[in-house]
């Protein structure tokens, strides 16, 4: 089979991660199958709902993580245009051939009209169709009132590539807008027609679609349209795991992860792996390996949960495994202004020895500043931490004038300051929890930092020398 797979968002507000998944399992699908297409289409027929600029904010998105498509509103393709708005007279042909078959009438009803007819389904506590309301002799259609589809209602079985087998009876069928008074069609028209025309072979989408399903299969029988492989995927939950994730719960704009930091091709790993595995116990994934193990028969049919502490884990991970070069390179917008004043060289002593405990690019500043200017003293990192507020400030200064005493005989490599902090130990009788945050403290006025010795030795003799005396003095005055 060709394979050709679809994203079809709407331009209704950023892209969060469950549209993204979804645009996800459709893109892996089609790099799979070698000849395979991922399209992107954008559904915006619904104007009311539209955010301007959320079609650029969809295309950068997808490109951002590497999710690219190979037709699109953007750049084109056979099957232009690939906006719905502007494919209404297509939309329009096909309605016609409804309303020719007498599978298609017009809704003469006011909303007011229809409110009562819901309430005297309440009443009667039946569940409300609207094919128990189909006018008798409705007008001919002219584009003023919406177009409903006149459903046949019958049984179905069909097959789910996620869900599997699936059944429903003829009660869940109805008479659905075709087209709306305003000239556009609904997602449950349009999405049909396209996929027809756009010769695609599998519909991905999420689950809040899957009761429609019914009424789809009667519009594509209908229509004499054979259907598209269809594969349902589970919600995302929020972090509790009891509900659908929602902004509240930090279904952030992708793009905000972008800017913050995180690799495309971490968010991609983490975002596969919402609701699919690959049935072992690996959690980091390069693109490839991505693709080459992808398949819709491992996607769970139970929602999966949205978990921003495994992304931190995944994205480390995928930063551990850059080489210096490329993480320095990605990382260009990251640091702390004055890092400007350095050479690439110092920097990128700094970045190695950081790389091990960066999570995201955004930390870089709060995790190198102390490299690159001399903070101001914090004595609450002393008076607070549990082991240094048992000495008194006397003992504590004590301890940094013989600190300053040991390293100003050191040549400062990392081997001669391992041995000199160790000779430290044996004279002072202290241990390393105390002597070496006090020593840390002192020099980065962070608390914490990367290997004791490794930090001195880039920071220098001078700037270390001069650190301890500073908050040796300090010491004095608090």
Not at 40 to 51: C, F, G, I, P, W
Not at 166 to 175: A, F, N
Not at 377 to 405: P, R
Not at 453 to 464: F, P, Q, R, S
Request: charged share 30%; with cysteine.
């Amino acid at each position: 089979m060709n394979v050709r797979t679809r994203f079809s968002p709407s331009p209704t507000g950023f892209l969060h991660v469950g549209g993204i998944r979804t645009a996800l399992f459709a893109w892996l699908l089609a790099r799979q199958s070698g000849e395979g297409r991922f399209i992107l289409r954008l559904e915006d027929t619904d104007k009311a709902r539209e955010v301007t600029g959320s079609d650029q904010h969809i295309f950068d998105s997808l490109k951002a993580l590497g999710l690219i498509y190979d037709e699109g509103p953007d750049i084109g393709g056979p099957f232009a245009p690939y906006r719905q708005s502007e494919r209404l007279d297509t939309y329009k042909k096909w309605a016609e051939k409804l309303v020719d078959q007498g599978r298609a009438y017009v809704d003469p009803y006011s909303p007011e009209e229809v409110q009562k007819f819901r309430e005297q389904a309440q009443i009667e506590k039946k569940p409300f169709l609207y094919r128990n309301h189909r006018p008798e002799n409705p007008p001919e259609w002219d584009g003023s009132k919406p177009l409903r589809f006149k459903s046949d209602p019958k049984a179905y079985k069909w097959h789910d590539e996620v869900m599997g087998d699936l059944s429903t009876g003829p009660e869940v069928i109805d008479d659905f807008i075709l087209i709306k008074s305003d000239g556009f069609p609904t997602y449950n028209f349009a999405h049909i027609i396209d996929d027809l025309l756009m010769e695609c072979t599998h519909v991905i989408r999420g689950q809040e679609f899957l009761a429609s399903v019914p009424n789809y299969l009667n519009l594509y029988e209908a229509l004499a349209i054979e259907k598209p492989l269809l594969a349902t995927v589970p919600h995302i939950l929020g972090p509790d795991g009891n509900k659908k994730l929602s902004k509240r719960d930090g279904a952030k704009d992708v793009m905000d992860y972008i800017r913050e930091g995180y690799l495309p091709e971490a968010l991609v790993n983490f975002i596969a792996s919402l609701g699919w595995n690959d049935g072992s116990e690996q959690e980091v994934f390069s693109i490839q390996e991505l693709i080459d193990k992808f398949s819709l028969r491992r996607v769970q049919k139970s929602g999966a949960k949205f978990d921003e502490k495994r992304l931190l884990w995944i994205n480390g991970t995928h930063i551990r495994n850059l080489t210096l070069d490329d993480i320095y390179t990605r990382c260009k917008g990251f640091w702390p202004a004055e890092a400007a004043d350095y050479d690439d060289t110092y920097r990128k002593k700094v970045l190695e020895l950081v790389q091990e405990r960066l999570k995201y690019f955004a930390e870089l500043p709060e995790l190198t500043s102390f490299f690159f200017k001399d903070l101001p003293v914090d004595m609450e990192l002393i008076n607070n931490d549990k082991q240094l507020k048992k000495f008194s400030h006397d003992e504590l200064k004590e301890l940094l004038e013989k600190t300053k005493t040991t390293l100003e005989q050191s040549d400062f490599s990392t081997a001669d300051l391992t041995k000199k902090l160790n000779l430290l130990l044996e004279t002072t009788g202290q241990k390393p929890r105390v002597l070496f945050s006090l020593i840390r403290i002192a020099t980065t006025q962070a608390p914490a930092s990367p290997g004791l010795a490794d930090t001195l030795v880039i920071l220098g003799k001078e700037t270390t020398l001069k650190r301890i005396n500073t908050t040796r003095v300090m010491l004095e005055t608090k």
